[in-house]
């Protein structure tokens, strides 16, 4: 009598095995889902980064362009009757305060309407950054005051600059000598940001 009721007894729920089974293949199934969201994050990530160096990198090339296509050799007379250096080049300061490039350009870097006035602009590279430099309007009589500030790559391997003369040579500083012209003929920015190629363009000042 007891297994004929035993036999009768409807079966429900899972045994042990497949509760176990199931769990098994939910935590594969997680940690596959897991990984695949790990791994579109990470290459958004890496996206986002090389966009921002891309960036940064078109920025800073825009904005040498811009001053190459304006540099000027009229420069006015300092304070104390000595003349201004026109375009002013180191091959590597060994302060980092000072600039690599140093040159005067006609209106206004920060604004693209047209202007006349005279301004000073920089370059350096301190810390991994390139920073550019903007002197407001010089006013001959009056003290220099102090430049403008700003970060345009940061991440950055290396910043080389060489200079072209009417020799037809490069030179990694300018004036190289007594007889060179105040603006040398073209310039040759060699750029490399953490885990990108160089890039190389190279500016007509002539």
């Known amino acids: 009598m ?3 009721f035993a036999a009768r007894r409807p079966t429900a729920g ?6 176990l089974v199931a769990i098994m293949i939910f935590a594969i199934m997680s940690v596959v889902a897991y990984r695949g969201l790990d791994q ?3 290459a958004r990530e890496r996206l986002t980064a090389i966009t921002t160096q891309w960036r940064e990198l078109g920025l800073l090339l825009g904005q040498m362009g811009r001053n190459f296509a304006t540099a000027t050799s009229y420069v006015p007379a300092r304070e104390d009757g000595q003349p201004e250096p026109v375009f002013l080049a180191q091959v ?7 600039t690599l490039l ?10 693209p309407a047209p202007a006349s006035a005279l301004h000073r602009v920089a370059y350096r590279l301190r810390e991994g950054r390139v920073e550019f ?34 020799d037809g040579n490069w030179r990694d500083d300018w004036p ?3 007889n060179t012209t105040p603006l040398p003929w073209g ?6 940001l953490r885990g990108m190629a160089p890039v190389t363009r190279i500016f007509s000042l002539q």
Request: proline share 10%.
């Open 40 to 42: 579109v994050l990470l």
């Open 133 to 166: 430099l903007l002197w407001p309007a010089a006013n001959p009589g009056q003290a220099q005051p102090e430049p403008r500030v700003l970060t345009l790559a940061e991440n950055v391997e290396e910043f080389r600059l060489r200079y072209l003369g009417p």
């Open 176 to 178: 190289g000598d007594q």
């Open 102 to 111: 140093s040159m005067h350009v006609m209106g206004d870097p920060a604004n």
């Open 187 to 192: 310039v040759e920015v060699q750029v490399r």
């Open 14 to 19: 899972f045994t042990l095995l497949e509760v």
């Open 92 to 98: 590597q300061p060994t302060d980092t305060e000072e």
């Open 2 to 4: 007891d297994t004929e």
